[in-house]
């Protein structure tokens, strides 16, 4: 940064005051950015408390807990629900705090991806870094198509709380419907993510009081009316059953990918860090804050739904079972829908969201060459108020073409969603492993400090968590499958996107290749 572009001495009055402390958190943290090898292209116009609402939104607890509540019901009832996402929270809060550690000391947008060569030993970081960031990418890419596509099931599923005259389905969902549906979401969160970057902090600072207002709204009307009754507290907190297939034990791992879907965003916050004012403090403190309160907020929402639960044998014949359940308690379609609507309205802000964070991902990932066609996919665009446009159209068109998978399986949503969270998780583990083999010594000095028992603690437990969630969820939901469209094709996604990024490697990589700068 030359000298015409330092900050001017700090000025003492009010508002002023505040300005010139914000803009020299903005300096301090482009010149940190500059001295880990990059050029600052965006605007930082994002405060602590708008980072942590983006992070809340990413993970948009009762929207997320919404689209996938057939899998714990099928998989566990409502012990499953429950205590499965109290234990997954308790795992991502460890994840959060480790990723918290490193993000303080490299704060850019190539997130994990970054970390993980900075991290690693000369001689392997540049396999490290590429392994790790088409990781995080594809994981960033899949998770935001799971996003928009759950949007599209769960509307479906919204609208169908009304009935036909023959007391048939409204909308009936055929294939071609639903992924034009899809397309219309997707091109909606595009479009707004990338015309009102610079309003974008307000929407998400709004969305967390609409979030609230719609839960606690959600919780009174059907407590109070509970048209179908209600269970006893024993029932609610103890009842176990399985309707999967799988054994008892192992049916209650499956049914995970309930919790772990709706924490998965937890390290997506990372790559907005050149777009926030002092990443170094903010993003770690927002991560570990945002999984605490959607704790929080995920056992008021699903608490209240376990109390009025159908009766769970008819309860899984849908896809989307919360619109079934708010019906049965409020006792009519348009008090049902007009509950929806909180959740709906929650679920488009959560794919712009995504889409925002992946783009710069994307953006991240290019700028050290490791996407064919980089060149294109960096480019900034300063009409839109320094938008990376290109690398939010190609993700885009990747959850566009993956989004035809529906066509030939309505369990695509399944596999979208953990291919999502398997590789999410796995790129996160990737620089906290890399940390640990290198005794931490570099987040021993990091602002954001664990200490030494505690970091080693969280660290092992976000690792086993990893290793465990990759052969998890790339499992069916219910076995015996004897319906091609119910597989759960997660684990071909994933190949896919991995064999596209060995050959790449093969053919590019290995040789032209450099990584990021080194700090």
């Given at each position: 940064m030359d000298d015409g572009q330092m900050k001017k001495p700090i000025t003492t009055t009010g508002d002023a005051l505040r300005a010139e402390l914000a803009g020299a958190d903005s300096d301090s943290a482009d010149q940190l950015l500059t001295s880990l090898g990059y050029t600052p292209e965006m605007k930082r116009n994002r405060s602590t408390f708008e980072v942590a609402s983006m992070s809340f939104i990413l993970a948009s607890i009762?929207?997320?807990?919404?689209?996938?509540?057939?899998?714990?019901?099928?998989?566990?009832?409502?012990v499953g629900i429950i205590w499965g996402w109290l234990a997954v929270s308790l795992i991502i809060l460890t994840v959060a705090a480790s990723l918290g550690e490193i993000t303080s000391v490299y704060p850019t947008a190539g997130g994990v991806y970054y970390q993980s060569f900075q991290l690693a030993p000369p001689e392997w970081r540049h396999l490290a870094a590429w392994t790790c960031g088409w990781l995080y990418m594809v994981g960033n890419v899949t998770i935001t198509l799971a996003v928009n596509f759950g949007t599209t099931l769960f509307l479906v599923g919204c609208i169908n709380v009304f009935e036909a005259a023959d007391g048939g389905l409204v909308f009936a969902g055929d294939p071609?419907?639903?992924?034009?549906?899809?397309?219309?979401i997707t091109f909606l969160c595009n479009a707004v993510s990338a015309l009102g970057n610079k309003w974008l902090p307000i929407l998400d600072t709004f969305a967390i009081f609409w979030t609230f207002a719609g839960v606690v709204a959600i919780i009174v009307c059907v407590l109070a009316m509970a048209k179908e009754g209600r269970h006893d507290a024993k029932w609610v907190f103890t009842h176990f059953e399985v309707n999967s297939g799988w054994t008892p034990g192992w049916s209650f791992m499956v049914g995970l990918l309930h919790a772990a879907y709706a924490t998965s965003s937890t390290g997506m916050i990372i790559s907005m860090c050149e777009e926030v004012r002092a990443p170094?403090?903010?993003?770690?403190?927002?991560?570990?804050?945002?999984?605490?309160?959607?704790?929080?907020?995920?056992?008021?929402?699903?608490?209240?739904?376990v109390f009025v639960l159908p009766d769970i044998q008819e309860l899984i014949l849908s896809a989307q079972p919360v619109p079934v359940i708010i019906k049965a308690a409020v006792g009519n379609s348009g008090g049902a829908f007009g509950l929806l609507i909180p959740l709906l309205v929650l679920a488009l802000i959560c794919g712009i969201g995504c889409t925002t964070a992946t783009s710069r991902c994307v953006y991240a990932f290019a700028r050290d060459g490791a996407i064919p066609g980089s060149r294109l996919w960096k480019q900034i665009d300063h009409r839109l108020d320094e938008v990376p446009l290109n690398a939010m159209m190609l993700s885009m068109v990747v959850q566009i073409v993956l989004g035809a998978i529906y066509f030939g399986s309505t369990a695509a949503f399944n596999a979208f969603s953990g291919v999502g969270v398997i590789a999410l998780t796995a790129s996160y583990a990737a620089p906290i492993v890399i940390s640990m083999l290198t005794g931490r010594k570099t987040v021993s000095t990091a602002k954001f400090n664990l200490g030494a028992p505690l970091g080693w603690f969280c660290n092992i437990v976000a690792t086993c968590w990893s290793l465990l969630a990759i052969p998890l969820f790339c499992m069916p939901t219910i076995v015996p499958v004897v319906d091609p469209a119910l597989m759960n094709y997660a684990s071909v996604v994933f190949v896919g996107f991995t064999v596209i990024s060995i050959g790449w490697y093969v053919a590019w990589g290995r040789i032209h290749y450099i990584g990021p700068p080194v700090a």
């Open positions: 009762p929207y997320g807990l919404s689209t996938t509540l057939y899998y714990p019901l099928v998989a566990s009832g409502p071609w419907q639903v992924f034009l549906v899809f397309l219309a170094a403090e903010q993003v770690p403190k927002a991560m570990v804050l945002t999984v605490c309160i959607n704790t929080v907020a995920g056992l008021m929402f699903m608490i209240p739904l």
